[in-house]
């Protein structure tokens, strides 16, 4: 990999002089760049090759001790050119198979002396040490250290950690021997072998267990890595079932083309319908969306007029249950790793709706123990569903399950399958999870609350039984002020800016340190226009405006036209929204609702609560601030990789609930209020250290005698803490 400058210079060169090249280059970057977590795409293309040559001359050696005319091979040297040696892996593919690995791919031949002379002086080590002869065991090392290498190389985001794979595939499959499996976006590969290697320590014959397990990916180089992972020596001359195809392309009648390497005989199958599909499903940003806008659209199409359809911002990963459920044998099951996300937005719970419709979603499985996938922040959950059958249409209930253990310490086979015989059967009988079996109808009732998901894998039944009303019929909720340039809306100290255009802001929950507080960072809010700002000598305003008057957004875009809004000035915000109370959209490992006191103005991190007239302000804030709803805010998002609770102002204007206030008397209320003033006069603490507080737990009493409530103080404690103790996991 010493090469990469070199190879990715050569590439800009060529790339500049052939529009051909270009333009492959280009759309290879718009398709996959995601995937590869890197910005330079000559980089990551020249990385790509140079693995792409490694994989065929090292792979060409191992099959040479299984056939001979991959000896070829042996024939390449340095006098023989980059183009000539793809001719050879050319014909090598079309007679002996294992086209995935020997064909050619954008750019490879574009090699300076240098880099080529590398490869070929390993081509003679291969030669040398004629790893043709090497035994088997040995050569499976060798396979599945090529594997990690290009993986961490080039794949570095999102590869499934082989224990989660293998957990995956022990709950998809039914029977083992037969059951045709298929992993549509296999990447790398390992969640197939899994797969493969299942079947092979169950006794399943090779050309059975070959036949049986599927891995597709549109990326040609992921394809060529999971050739890699899934061949074994002793399968060499079994055709595998690799595929590069679309995901979204696939139906039961797609032809999958595969060449024996025996006969080097090109064959097809029927994609057909498979018992199950396990898959580590794309990891899409927003941005990568547009290439996969016919597809989409497309899906979107087919999913029943009478629901709520996907929203904008739903993840491609949702979308790919409803495009796989046609290659699914009724009662099949379907396994996936997605984002956690889908536990606390808008797009979860109509891609939840969507489920349901299909599925019978069996387990949503996630990490107690830290983050599954420790080279990337996002926190993922295992879902596993079942084709609905029609005619029988049972529903049951949904286990959620909090893996307690982290991967490592499941990694032999027999730890996986003790740990998928607990969930198959809802039984835990060690420490490694807890399970919580839900039934629809219970779930259907929490949903009211925005509490469907996320909460259910602690208990929360208490909930239900709890005197509650909307926030919403006191408080109107919306969005912190949202100007689009901090920078200018929001000056740092020294800014010198006159007064009179300075207003006090609250900014970022790190600015809270108690239940009350007061707006003290700056904004700046002018309404005035340039010239009546130069009339008066306020320099101070105007060289501030000045400053940002020829500035461009991340975008390149003028902040001029950027910032424009009707009947405003570019520069202008105004601060008459006042909010009584604010959550921050993004809590920590404190939980809380703030009073603003005296109400003002709030930013954009902050959900802001405006009180309607004759409310009650302090009662609210006070119930606001009980465990319970510390509880029900909690259980309303999702937690992200660095353990930041993501909650939008929109979930807390539909789902968000309190006890509720119209029950109390005068005195009832002022016994709440007496109780939480000492919270007021101290600083916030963490949760787990709040909980700890005796003003703190004299309040929450206080609150349940006051409601006459039945649940125990103490149940509420541990269920809060057993759920942030979730999300707070994902920082490991
Ligand atoms: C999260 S990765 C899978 C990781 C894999 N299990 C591993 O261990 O490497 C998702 C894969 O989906 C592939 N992919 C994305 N969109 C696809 C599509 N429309 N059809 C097929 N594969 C797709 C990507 O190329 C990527 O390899």
Redesign the pocket.
Known sequence: MQNTDHVAEALQVVERQDAHLRAEITLWWNR?GA?YGGTDRHKILAQANISNWIGKFLFAHILQSKDSRAQAVSHITTATTPTEALDIFDRLSQDCNFWTIFSGSIGLDILPAQAWDQIQQFNKLLTNINIGAIEQSQLSGILEATVEVA?RKL?G????PPTL?SLLVELCLNDIASDRIL?????????PRAALERKLSAGVAPEQAAASVFA????HQ?IQ??TFAMTKPDLMDIPLRIFP?????LTPDTKLQFRHPKTGVLFSEQAGQFDAIA??????AQEGRKQ?GD?IAQVASSLPSNMPGLPKKAD?AAY?PFTLHSLLVEGGRLGI?ITNAWLGTAWGDAFYALLNHYYDLKYVITSGAGRWFQTSKVVVNLLIMEKKDNAKNVETAIDFIVLKRPLEELSDAEAIRIAASQIQLGQTQDETMTIRSVSRDTIERFRAYGLGRTAQFVDCDWVLDLPLVPVRNFFDIRRGARRGWEKMFFPTKGHNIESGYIRPVIRSSKEITRYETAANSDAFCCSRSLDALERDGHTGALNWIRRFQNGVNEKGKPLVESLATKGMYWYEMSADALADLVMPIDFGDRLFVARLSPPDFAGQRFTCFDARNGIDVSLCHALLNSAISLFMIEGMGFGRGEGVLDLSKDRIENFMHILNPTLLNAAQAERIKTAFAPLLQRDLREVADELEESDRQHFDDTVFDVFGLDVTRERVYESLISLIGIRQAAKQ
């Open positions: 996959y995937e993986v794949r985001q999102y590869p499934t794979a992993d549509p976006c296999c990447g790398s590969g390992t969640i597709g990916d549109r990326d992921a890595i999971a195809k679309d995901a979204f392309s898959s580590n499903l794309p990891f899409v996969y597809a491609i790919l790793i």
